[in-house]
């Protein structure tokens, strides 16, 4: 709020400065006139408020204010908020869930192919699975097999997964490593979790080169080392949630790479509209 009462102020300034050389009748006109000033003010007063309600930290929240004229910012958020599928980038964590009856419609079925799978019942939506596909292709030539360990979950799955982590180690360290039914982002059909599903996999030479290549293909790691005050959740070097190549590049180039961060604001920023 402070930024927000900051920029008004510099705001009431410009008015001011204005008034000095224009009666009021000419100030209003060069206003309603000149649409690209109200129109910038109304933008940076915005996107100030989202980051505020978004609980971004400062050093980004600065970046983003710097480069809030700049056009490549706006029209990738625009881009995103008007053409990229609402699933990749919608908040689905501890405080957002999805509805029992959220169901993607047009899950694929994953077989062994240019990744291995380590079960036969796992799901994906088909443009998740399609990049996976591109994603293990680029390991192939590296001479990496990715190994898919878990994938879509339903409402149902969740719920019996969370119960029998209550029942084995109580509620509160149950929720640091899963989800209560509907919080889980494996319900969109757009995440998966790789190899051994523990943190080792972040040593594997697959771990690393995924940790390094994902978000070029549109992938993005849900819940990095040191945030888990930010996620709710402790490190998962395993679990990555398609967003596409266009969040993807927006998280990595605005958000030091932290999706939480991103998303949180695309969802503040919404609200708004
Ligand atoms: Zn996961």
Not at 45 to 72: C, E, F, K, Y
Not at 161 to 183: C, E, F, K, L, P
Request: hydrophobic content about 40%; proline content about 1%; charged content about 20%.
């Amino acid at each position: 709020m402070i930024r927000f009462a900051a920029l008004s102020f510099v705001f009431l300034l410009f008015l001011t400065c204005n008034t000095v050389y224009f009666d009021d009748s000419e100030f209003y006109q060069l206003i309603s006139s000149d649409n690209r000033s109200g129109a910038d003010f109304n933008n940076i007063a915005r996107i100030s408020l989202t980051l505020d309600n978004a609980q971004i930290p400062s050093g980004i929240s600065s970046r983003i204010l710097n480069n809030v004229s700049n056009p490549a910012f706006n029209n990738e958020l625009n881009f995103i908020i008007q053409n990229v599928d609402r699933n990749f980038w919608i908040l689905v964590d501890k405080e957002n869930a999805l509805s029992r009856d959220y169901t993607p419609s047009d899950l694929v079925q994953l077989e062994n192919s240019s990744f291995r799978v380590n079960r036969n019942d796992l799901f994906l939506r088909r443009i998740a699975a399609t990049s996976l596909e591109e994603m293990s292709i680029a390991a192939m030539t590296e001479g990496l097999t990715i190994l898919v360990s878990s994938a879509y979950r339903s409402f149902t799955s969740q719920e019996q997964i969370y119960t029998r982590n209550v029942n084995q180690m109580g509620r509160q360290a149950a929720d640091r490593v899963s989800a209560r039914a509907g919080h889980s982002q494996h319900q969109l059909g757009l995440v998966v979790d790789f190899g051994s599903i523990t943190n080792a996999f972040a040593q594997t030479r697959e771990g690393r080169w995924i940790a390094a290549n994902a978000s070029r293909f549109g992938w993005s790691l849900s819940y990095p080392d040191g945030y888990e005050n930010v996620t709710g959740y402790s490190y998962e070097s395993w679990h990555y949630r398609y967003v596409g190549k266009e969040v993807a590049a927006f998280i990595d180039k605005y958000f030091d790479g932290i999706q939480q961060y991103a998303l949180r604001f695309l969802h503040e920023y919404q609200k708004l509209n």
